[in-house]
């Protein structure tokens, strides 16, 4: 049971727009800790995709966007191609674990 | 060209020991903390231990305490984590990444490709 939580899955159309939530507590993401993304093709190793809530690297498409609120972020991906397809992670740090945590993973699938 | 590289992987009986290393290249590695990741087959991402760059802050994830120890040389622009007391659930793929903050853990924006420790008899 991972302490921030996603969907096992989403899916959606080629151009179409996805969400993918990320949900913890008062503890992480609600005591005010950043949440950053990470985007992992198969067979490869994890890369960031977001940092800082809203904070997109050099190099990441402007079609992908995060968002915090309270407990929750969000990373929505519009224009969905195919080479989304992958597993996405949220991460943030639990002052009650004194941890780094990471969220389970969502699994997107290009339809 | 910017990149790190583990080694060190391999097969290992139940309560022996291993030692990972991470090569960096590309950047100035001193001037990072560095952390070590893993992912179980098929699972998600878990967090193991971070360094600063001149190892004077050094935090593990609890289930790693005691048993895992992580170090860097900086002349050698390497990253290591001595495993010991291994057990089944510490088979995994285990990654480096360097992190965007100088005291404690923050982001990770750079990760090799990993390294796969099997735990098994």
């Known amino acids: 049971q991972s302490v921030l939580t996603q969907p096992p899955s989403v899916s959606g159309a080629p151009g179409q727009r996805v969400t993918i939530s990320c949900t913890g507590s008062?503890?992480?993401?609600?005591?005010?800790?950043?949440v950053h993304w990470y985007q992992q093709l198969p067979g490869t190793a994890p890369k960031l995709l977001m940092y800082?809530?809203?904070n997109r690297p050099s190099g990441v498409p402007d079609r992908f966007s995060g968002s915090k609120s309270g407990t929750s972020a969000s990373l929505a991906i519009t224009g969905l191609q195919a080479e989304d397809e992958a597993d996405y992670y949220c991460q943030s740090y639990d002052t009650s674990l004194s941890d780094v945590v990471f969220g389970g993973g969502t699994k997107l699938t290009v339809l | 060209e910017v990149q790190l590289v583990e080694s060190g992987g391999g097969l290992v009986q139940p309560g022996g020991s291993l030692r990972l290393s991470c090569a960096a290249s590309g950047f100035t590695f001193s001037d990072y903390s560095m952390n070590w990741v893993r992912q179980a087959p098929g699972k998600g991402l878990e967090w193991v231990s971070y360094?600063?760059?001149?190892?004077?802050?050094?935090y593990y994830a609890d289930s790693m305490r005691g048993r895992f120890t992580i170090s860097r040389d900086n002349a050698k622009n390497s990253l290591y984590l001595q495993m010991n007391s291994l057990r089944a659930e510490d088979t995994a793929v285990y990654y480096c990444a360097r992190d965007r903050d100088k005291y404690s853990p923050y982001y990770f924006d750079l990760w090799g490709q990993g390294t796969p420790v099997t735990v098994s008899s």
């Open positions: 008062s503890s992480n993401i609600g005591a005010g800790y950043d």
């Open positions: 800082g809530n809203i």
């Open positions: 360094i600063s760059g001149a190892s004077n802050i050094i």
